[in-house]
């Protein structure tokens, strides 16, 4: 070795020795960002100090967010894990802008499954500024659910981009607006699709910028922004709002009842609520206007919707006087009668009937209540509590006067006998069975807490079904109203092993939706019959003027958009001559 090349070595190795010296007396070696992130669901220096650095590629430290992203390109050339971070400062400060470089120190902890970084202003240092940010990764997420949910972990809090997108899923309470790549050709994603809804994503309302109110079918071109994730959601967070092409409304009306038939429907009014505090429920309580705005929505639902049908299941109704404000409505011409019955939801929330006098004729109605054994912390003597379940015990399952179950029903059924013209002299008799079951708002990914509730209140409303067709053979049974269930689902099975038909699944596939949750298109409302009514034509048809709709358009007077967040459905009923063996009432 020559003397030099001695001289520098030996250099070398004291200043490495002072260096790692150094470190030995509190300077933390530098972490890559990709390190931190790891390539699991939580970060691997969980709960540890780290130091690193990244260029700041959204800046969010003067908002709400109190923070901002940091991204280190190529970080390890891994794609399983991510390249970007959040650094939360814990209060709003102007301390960084988009293109700085920087270095932190902090501690890495997990934000409801959002990995960051915690550090005061003091730890946060500028290293350089005007930096080029990381290009963008272009999202394709897979259609696979779990798979998606891997990919998207691994892009959490980079930069992103879509060049083309659609709208799936309108703009919604919180401001989120669900799309799909337009590439894939899709007009809206549907719950039931064998390969899974993992390719929906979610665009964010707290980016730089936002998108105005969108509905499904709306193109969204240029969007860029940084994967962030909240509540459960991995959501694009805007950098600059991005361009959007509305598509056309494709509501045109309906058509007019069959002759020899008659036409009726069901419809989920979501929360209708009068501008009264009732003490006894847990009720909302709506302004005057927004009172007026709700109804005079909900009417034209009725009217140039629906086309004014025969009659009318209602679900979430708060008492008779609301529906008797809606019957009453300038624009409705038919002079519709109610039927309703208080029921024990700690909202107030009711099931009703909504007849024309002039085409029907109610001879009998009653609310039919079920008991059962579940504890489940769910139903009306529930404690709410589905971990640690408890059920005050209130009736008796099996007659025996003892009481030992809970009710089931937090909106009983509500039974009701009539009939209705058919035209040319001809009447109908009917029971309608008008039903709104459990929802699915206790539940989780992994955990179905609700479905035995719904399972067994499917199970109560199919035995009634078999009461009824027992005691009148061939008698027209319905079953209709918001199940909170899919199609294929247990509590539907459990309606078909009843001997009853479930009419939404005659619907065209483009059409078959009612309601639409985070963009995926799914059915919960529907019409069941019975043998002797499914002899002849029962055509179901949803009526889309709320599922597509953004939730902005609730507040727009005078438009029939989102007078409620579920679609209602209108059923044409129209008698076969060469097939009916129901009983006709001449009068």
Known sequence: MHRGSLFTFVFTIFLFSIAHASEGEGVTALSPICQIQGSSWSSPKYNQSVRTQGVVTADFDATSQKGFYIQAENCDSNPATSDGVFVYLGER??????????????????????????????????????????????????????????????????????AEARVVGPTDSQQDTWVARADLGLARVFQDDPVGTGEIICLGAEGID???????????LGTRGVLGYSVGVYRILLLAAPTQIPAKSSFWGTENSPKLGFSFGTFNLENLFDVVDDPDKDDAVLTSAEYQRKLDKLALA????????????????????????????????????????????????????????????????????????????????????????????????????????NRLFSRPPLVVH??????????????????????????????????????????????????????????????????????????????????????????????????IYQGVSQVLDHVLVSPALAVNSVRAQPVHVNADYPYFYRGQAGVIYRGSDHDPVLVQYQVLSERVYLPLVKR
């Not at 309608?432 to 067994?456: G, M, Q, W």
């Open 93 to 162: 400060l102007d301390l960084v802008s988009a293109g700085d470089r920087v270095e932190i120190s902090g501690t890495v902890t997990e934000n409801y499954g959002l990995t960051q970084i915690n550090a005061a202003a003091s730890a946060v240092q500028v290293l350089a500024q005007e930096q080029a940010l990381p290009a963008a990764v272009e999202l394709n997420p897979p259609f696979d659910d779990e798979q998606a949910r891997v990919y998207f972990e691994a892009q959490e809090g980079m930069l992103v981009s879509i």
């Open 210 to 220: 936002k998108l105005a109110p969108a509905k499904v079918g709306d193109q969204i």
């Open 302 to 405: 009725l009217h140039d919707g629906l086309g004014e049908p025969a009659f009318l299941a209602v679900q979430e109704a708060e008492n008779e006087v609301v529906l008797k404000h809606l019957a009453a409505r300038v624009g409705i011409e038919a002079d519709y009668e109610v039927i309703w019955l208080d029921g024990p939801d700690e909202r107030g929330i009711d099931v009703a009937l909504l007849y024309r006098p002039d085409l029907v004729t109610v001879l009998d109605y009653a609310q039919r209540q079920g008991c059962t054994r579940l504890v489940d912390g769910l139903g009306p003597d529930g404690d709410r509590n589905v971990t640690n379940p408890v059920n005050a015990v209130t009736c008796d399952t099996n007659g025996d006067g003892v009481p030992d179950g």
């Open 418 to 515: 009539l009939e209705v013209a058919l035209g040319e002299g001809e009447n109908l008799p009917l029971w309608v069975l008008v039903n709104h079951f459990k929802s699915k708002r206790e539940d989780n990914s992994t955990l179905a807490y609700t479905l035995p509730r719904r399972v067994e209140q499917a199970q109560f409303v199919g035995g009634l079904a078999r009461e009824i067709m027992a005691a009148h053979p061939g008698a027209g049974v319905m079953v209709l109203g918001d199940l909170n269930d899919y199609p294929d689902s247990q509590p539907l099975a459990a309606l078909r092993q009843a001997g009853l038909w479930n009419a939404m699944t005659g619907i065209e596939r483009s059409n078959r939706y009612t309601y």
